[in-house]
């Protein structure tokens, strides 16, 4: 379960960083924020959340023991 909420959190927080980057024009190869389409106009916000809700998952994951 540990591994799984740490492979999770990295998805989030890899997407959310990806989101930011398109948005800023940095990096325009990968990224699902982007993508949806009832998220135009917020990718920023989106990118942001997923930031933190990886964040979030990835502390759970360390709080688990084994």
């Known amino acids: 379960m540990k ?24 990096f325009d190869l990968w990224g ?6 009832f998220l135009d106009g917020y990718e920023l916000y989106a ?7 990886g964040l979030a998952v990835g502390g759970l994951a360390e709080r688990i023991r084994d």
Request: charged share 5%; net charge positive.
């Open 3 to 26: 591994q799984l909420l740490g492979f999770v959190s990295f998805v989030l927080i890899a997407q959310g960083v990806g989101g930011l980057a398109h948005h800023f024009g940095w």
């Open 32 to 37: 699902l924020v982007h993508r949806v389409g």
């Open 47 to 53: 990118g942001v959340v997923l930031i933190v809700l």
